[in-house]
Structure formats: structure tokens, C-alpha cells
């Protein structure tokens, strides 16, 4: 069963772009991680009282927390979807999408119309701002929001 595109869009949308920042935004937050990643490198330097485990681990734990530490801008144009984490920048193409929804502290693109376990998975999520309010509009009038159907139990 194929998935029906929505409606084009109006193509005379603006580009609009936004940055997330979260290491900078919630200082709190970023000391206690800070602690924490001294105390595991702590941890790791006493255990194998070699210098290598420690930059292989502080390796692995820069690269699972660069969304964090490392600002984010997220563009919505034309085209698509683009990502710049520094590190890498990736552009998904509007046709790739279906819908949206809310998540805690952002927004995933999904490619599902209907609401799918493989959301997060084959989606986009994007981290969004104190002011979401044009990111919504923007994303309402080029796909339909899609509502999260509650979470099932399994007996």
C-alpha cells in the first residue's frame, strides 16, 4: 500500500533556519554532564592506568554526545530538510515526508502517514527552540501533523 503524497505545497514558502545550542541553553545540565564524563574518564584512567583507554573513551563519548555539546542548524527550504551538526550536514528531500509529531523537546519527519514503531528510525527528529511556534506553522502548511496513538500494552 503506497503512501499518497499530501498536496503540493505553496513553493513560494521562505527559507527558514534555527540553531540549537542544548549544552549552551541548559548550563545546569551541561556541568552535571561534564561531571559525569570526568568521573567515567576517572574511572577508566584508574582501571587501565593506560592514557589510550582514556582518549578511546573520551572519543566514544564526544561522538555520542556531539548533538549536545555542538550546536545544530536545521534549515527548512524548497528542497527539503538539511541538518548541520559540524560534523556533517545531510539535506532529506520534502518528498521523503508524510507527516510530524510532537516529541519531548522536538519534532520527527516521518515518512509514515499513519503513526509506525519505525518512526524514529526512518524519520528526522529536530531538536527545536524556546520559540517553536514558525517551525510548526511552516511544517503544517507543507505536511499533516499526525497524532501519536497511545502506547499499547503488551500481555
Do not use: C
Not at 73 to 84: E, K, L, N
Not at 85 to 95: G, P
Not at 125 to 141: G, N, T
Request: aromatic share 14%.
Amino acid at each position: 500500500m503506497p503512501d499518497e503524497h499530501p498536496a503540493s505545497p505553496p513553493e513560494d514558502l521562505p527559507t527558514l533556519t534555527w540553531r540549537v545550542f542544548r549544552a549552551k541553553e541548559t548550563p545546569r545540565r551541561t556541568v552535571l554532564t561534564v561531571a559525569f564524563i570526568l568521573l567515567i574518564l576517572a574511572i577508566v584512567a584508574v582501571s587501565y592506568r593506560d592514557p589510550l583507554w582514556v582518549l578511546l573513551a573520551l572519543v566514544v563519548l564526544f561522538l555520542a554526545l556531539n548533538g549536545y555539546f555542538l550546536p545544530t542548524t536545521y534549515t527548512f527550504d524548497r528542497r527539503g530538510i538539511t541538518t548541520d551538526k559540524l560534523l556533517f550536514r545531510y539535506t532529506r528531500r520534502w518528498n521523503e515526508f508524510r507527516s510530524f509529531f510532537r516529541t519531548t523537546g522536538g519534532i520527527v519527519v516521518s515518512p509514515f502517514t499513519t503513526w509506525s514503531y519505525l518512526d524514529n528510525f526512518r524519520g528526522v527528529h529536530l531538536l527545536l527552540p524556546e520559540d517553536s511556534e514558525p517551525i510548526l506553522a511552516y511544517l503544517a502548511q507543507r505536511l499533516p501533523e499526525k497524532k501519536r496513538e497511545p502506547k499499547r500494552r503488551v500481555t
